[in-house]
């Protein structure tokens, strides 16, 4: 039952992420208008912060359902109750909405030259940075230390869970037992592997790594492509 209802919040998450920046986009194209009001680029940001964040912390819960029921199955009932599924969902909204809110207040507070074009196909928090005329250097540190909060702290979850369940499905001695303990976290790893692989060539590497035509081309597979094969990849396992 857990399992089904965070995929289904994924997927609201998935969907979420996708209408922040692929509506506007669309829209753009269609009009051949590649504007986007000052607010307008705020509440993007806003939104496409928190259901980007949410994804990333909803993969590291997924990752300690999987340990759970792989590394404790017989208690699995009591540590993923759907009061404790609620509970994990309510505090990630929680979190990841201060978290969108700081980067837009922070941004906000600065000031942009009246016609700027923005280096994306939405409004990130990067490319809007480097429109400012004002010191960014605050903004900076909060993507720093806010990007460990989001991204890196969930990663490194995930990792340890899946040491541990590696750990575990080495033990196994039964027939089958290692093959159908791996299937069973194999759509999962994939979709990790992808999204973070993704986030980190983003915003992990160094300026001097980086371009924008890499960080479009990452930023339409995190917001475009992995959504769409989130569906698919765990309908076909399940």
Not at 11 to 24: A, E, I, N, P, R
Not at 44 to 72: E, K, P, T
Not at 95 to 114: E, G, K, N, Q
């Amino acid at each position: 039952i857990s399992n089904v209802f965070l995929l289904a919040n994924l997927s609201f998450v998935d969907m979420g992420l996708t209408s922040s920046t692929v509506t506007k986009m669309l829209v753009n194209v269609q009009t051949q208008h590649h504007t986007i009001s000052y607010a307008g680029c705020l509440t993007q940001m806003y939104f496409f912060l928190m259901f980007g964040d949410l994804d990333s912390i909803f993969l590291a819960i997924m990752a300690f359902d999987r340990y759970v029921a792989i590394c404790r199955p017989l208690h699995y009932s009591a540590v993923m109750s759907p009061r404790v599924c609620v509970l994990l969902l309510a505090l990630s909204w929680v979190l990841t909405h201060a978290i969108a809110l700081t980067h837009t207040l922070l941004i906000a507070r600065l000031s942009f030259c009246v016609v700027g074009e923005i280096a994306h196909f939405f409004c990130d928090v990067t490319p809007v940075l480097k429109l400012s005329d004002s010191d960014t250097h605050v903004n900076e540190l909060v993507v720093f230390a806010l990007g460990g909060t989001g991204l890196v702290i969930p990663f490194f979850c995930i990792v340890v869970s899946y040491v541990h369940i590696i750990s575990a499905i080495l033990k196994i001695r039964t027939p089958g037992g290692v093959g159908k303990a791996f299937s069973t976290c194999s759509s999962h790893l994939c979709v990790v592997c992808v999204f973070y692989g993704t986030l980190f060539g983003v915003y992990l590497c160094p300026p001097s790594v980086t371009s924008e035509e890499k960080d479009i081309a990452a930023g339409a597979v995190y917001t475009v492509v992995i959504p769409m094969l989130n569906p698919v990849i765990y309908s076909l396992r399940n």
